[in-house]
């Protein structure tokens, strides 16, 4: 049971500094990652949702090590990332796909080259040992060798999302950040993407991260789910626990706002959150969804509660669950 | 579905024609529907199904470069949009036909105050003065749930929140007390939580004042959470239409159980594999001969390669377009006969 | 899209394939231009004064008597080195200075984009008089001076062009694959920012023709007896009073250059955009 997360982040913090003083002097920061903590298990996912600005890309962003933490460490089976970072040994290990499938791949390369990009930089294999891989990559997404010769002008948004899962896999990662893959592409391929993904996961005994606001793809996926709101992780389930019994009031609300695929269950009695987002550059004190939480109390305005462990398989940050309130 | 009332919007074989140097695209081929008064309809379909250019020929705002073919007509209120001239569209648009766009920042002007614009259509329409146009403009606000809408009246459109912005969308889209709004993916850039209060008014809307709200999305969840009835857009066709208890628990289209069944549940246990459309949508230049959908239909037969079904009405009381579901349950063949026993 | 395609794409214009043939055709002159003049374009011949056209002298002969036609085929060398000496120096030094202040940004960000806005600052025609001026008068010292008044607007180019491509996606995916600096201004800035900037020369080759003819044309650039266009009009000029057609020629193949270089930048621009498809 005791088994080493594969990927550890540990009170991560990113803060954008915004609007330099006079002589450069930073004065204000956008808190757009505060303090996340999160362990990521070999072989497992664990899904990442929020609103826009949450912070939820940024994280990923981190673990991947496109955008260094301003504080805090992220460990890659027990070693800092850092370290994999000045070897450059990171992309055999960790790997990303992008939310836009157009932007995603280099529109002057060839598929084949797009692929093999990762190989190339590692110096994996031959030239033709290469293209092998290519094509046997290719044909695992779904597609096929004679693909490689082609621009990606050529394809759709969900075959270009085929080809970016194809240049995730090509190193064998053990890791891959998933943000927002699904959300560009119509209804019908969707489907087809995260079928994809599972069956790759499946075969290869990879992790994700998936991160996305469309919180059915992430329940469909995921193993656990990570909510996050204003920059914090307020929730981390097991997915069956947050769905069947959700805790913090974000939550509950997020949960309750996404339509029903029943029209019959139109009436249902559901949570509206009253008001908008509060900005990350100027985030409320304490407890930071006091401002729009149904069950408010005095003392959100004051006290940050801390993310605690509320049954065996999930946390929660909420003052209604803090033992000395609870009491 | 009474025909006592004459439909407030009646679209009769809407065709438009793009012409490119490899040939002539359809983006809509032949599309009919009504909407009622007061009423909400959905129509659904995915990118390249011909929704946008549908609601756009409306509102008289689609680009030069699409042809209307001679049977089009859209009767508002029995009058043919179509053969209006720019100047009398311009009376209907914003007048009795609002629109509400994906992202409010485009259909914003950023250099001015929201209540300054929200005045100035109302004068612009009604022909009141500016300062009773203003509290107008601040009703309008309130209406929609601009909290302390008085002062943000001087906001500039950079100052508000997605969601917020897309409320002064509609307040400007009522200003006017438009019969019909044309709401094209209204929430597809907000957050969950905000698209919840945004579909709340929307309905509210409905309820309230009676408007006939076009619906035009990808999410079936906002057309299950919202709509009164339901059209699915597939290729520029219609394939599918009916209330949305008949499109929810009984849909006939194999395109509309698809898309219903690739959405990932929300309640109860995750399957491990979800149902999935197969194959892509097919190029507009090369669509196949006979029903749009047979390269992806798993129930294709010969007939479905050769000959393009019509939307038809079925016993179960959806109208679907597919040689199958109108066989099976005597659909078609309930059809047949009857025009057999005429001859 | 591979060269091969956008290759196919320009010459489906019209206009830019013409534009590409007059200019092709003009690139072949100015390497052959000596040995193929009837007569020699310095050789002075007194007693044919200003001929009118004919059939030993097609385009008649100047105040010297020398063979218009011969002297315009060898002014076509001058104009066709300066446009291309004047461009190759902004994509030489302008092009890697942008990619590297975009790309890298901070302080070398500063000091190139310093630099650039300091050239700017002075006109353009008062900088090549005055570089020109400082290293002599010269044809090729007047077209050091047009590829320096150049190169800022390639460096502004590239830098904005590289600020869009580095913060791509895929861009993102090469770093996270462990691609340095190198590789990826290689494989991916130089590639995507390339179009803009092949347009961008191909406009200025025939601003840099024009700016050749204006500098030798107010003696700063080609000397005699070296021939450029700018200098053929400078001489018919001032003869305009007795043989106002000398003037015509040199000037009708500035503005025949000219325009066929913006013929052809306007089709690149199209032919190199991949959304265009022409209707």
New interface residues.
Partial sequence: MKQQPLVSLKDIKKHFPVGSGLFGKKNHFVKAVDGVSLDIYPGETVGLVG??GCGKSTTGRMV???SDPTGGEIYFEGKKLNEYKAK????KN???I???PY???????TVAD?IA??LV??KVGTASERRKRVDELLERVGLASYHGNR?P?EF????RQRL?IA??LA?QPKLIVCDEPVSAL???????I??LL?EIQNDMGLSYLFIA?G???V??ISDKIAVMYLGKIIEFAN??EL?ENPRHPYTK??????????????NRE?I??????PSPANPPAGCSFHTRCPVAMEQCKRIDPNLLPTSKQSLTACLLFEDKVAN | MSEKEEPLLEVKDLETFIPTSKGEIKPVNGVSFSINKGEIVALVGESGSGKSVSSLSIMGLNASAIQYSKDSSIAFKGKDLLKLKEKEMRKIRGNEVAMIFQDPMFSLNPVHPIGRQIAESIVLHKKVKYKEALVTALDLLNKVGIPDAKRRLNDYPHQLSGGMRQRVMIAMALACDPQLIIADEPTTALDVTIQAQILNLLRKLQQESGIAILLITHDLGVVAETADRVLVMYCGKIVEEGTVEDIFENPLHPYTRGLLASVPALYGPSKEKLDTIPGVVPNPLELPKGCNFVTRCSYATEKCSQNAPTLLEHPAGNMVACWNALEEEGGIGHYETAASSIT | MSIGTVFKRLMAERLAFFSFIFLMVLVIISIIAPFIVPYDPIEQDLMKVMASPSAQHWLGTDELGRDIFSRLLMGTKSAIQAGLFAILIPLCIGVPMGILSGYLGGVVDDIFMRIVDGIIAIPAILLALGITGALGISLWNAMIAIGIVFTPQFARLARGQTLQIRSEPYVEAAKISGAGAGWIMLKHIIPNIAPPIVVQASFNLSFAILVEASLSFLGMGAQSPQISWGNMIQQAYSMINMNAWMIVYPGLAIILTVLAGNFLGDGLRLALDPKYRKT
Avoid: C, W
């Fill in positions: 609103e826009s991947v090590g496109l450059k040994s990171l992309g960790l790997q990303m992008f939310q836009d932007s995603s791949l280099n529109p002057r390369m797009i990009e990762p930089l590692h621009y002008i759709s948004g969900g075959q970016g240049r995730a190193l119509d209804v019908s391929i969707q489907a087809q995260l079928n599972k606001h919180i059915q793809a329940k469909h997915k069956e769905f609300a997020l949960l309750s706002a996404v339509p029903h695929p029943d029209p019959k269950m139109r559901r509206i959150l009253t008001g908008d987002l």
